[in-house]
């Protein structure tokens, strides 16, 4: 007798698609879920309500900061024109146009400390004038006057007349504009009895 052979069941086909997650993985894990943002949820408006506080919090705190900062107090102008005086070196080398920008800044720088201790615009005066202002100042002596008037007279024939000039006269003549600076802060208040 010859033995039946039983008929081999058929291969099943691979599954073409995945089967759905199930709601719970293992252990209670889930995917991470992102926050759906909405106009109708209470966190959004807390959320923007929170920023803008505390944006208007830094605003108001700088403006309170910028508001209580004092504002620097303005320099003393008979401090800004001492020191720019002092200042003034003649150039090296001494020769052509810086020579007579030299003395045109000297005499600017002395007769911006005249307008401020004696009272009236000597930036703007001609000579003539500046001479006539400076014979009114009861302060100062004869001397001194006249010495000051030379200076003016010279410093404009080197500015504007191209006279000849020389380093030891500019360094002579800014000496002597310092020594009577000096003296003006000693004694502006009473006048000069002598040189």
């Known amino acids: 007798m010859s033995q039946q052979v039983a008929p081999v069941p058929p291969i099943p086909a691979a599954p073409t698609s995945v089967p759905a997650e199930p709601d719970h993985l293992p252990h209670d894990i889930r995917e991470l879920i992102p926050y759906v943002w909405s106009w109708g949820d209470w966190r959004t408006w807390a959320l923007l309500a929170a920023a803008i506080l505390l944006l208007a919090a830094l605003l108001y705190w700088l403006w309170k900061r910028r508001k209580a ?51 009236f615009s000597a930036t703007e005066m001609t000579l003539r004038e500046l001479r006539a202002q400076l014979q009114a100042l009861p302060q ?14 010279r410093s404009d024939l080197i500015k ?19 020594l009577w600076i000096k003296w003006w802060n000693q004694t502006i208040d009473t006048p000069e009895t002598g040189s």
């Not at 003649?90 to 000297?106: D, M, N, R, T, W």
Request: hydrophobic share 35%; proline share 10%; charged share 25%.
């Open 160 to 178: 504007f007349a191209k006279a000849e000039t020389s380093l030891q006269e500019a360094t002579e003549s800014h000496e002597k504009i310092l």
């Open 69 to 119: 900062a004092p504002p620097p107090a303005p320099e003393d102008p008979l401090l800004v024109a001492n020191r720019y005086l002092q200042g003034l070196t003649p150039p090296h080398p001494f020769v052509g146009k810086a020579k007579s920008e030299y003395f045109y800044q000297l005499s600017f720088g002395l007769r911006r400390y005249l307008e401020l201790t004696c009272g």
């Open 140 to 153: 100062f002596s004869t001397e001194r006057k006249q010495d000051m008037s030379r200076f003016f007279e």
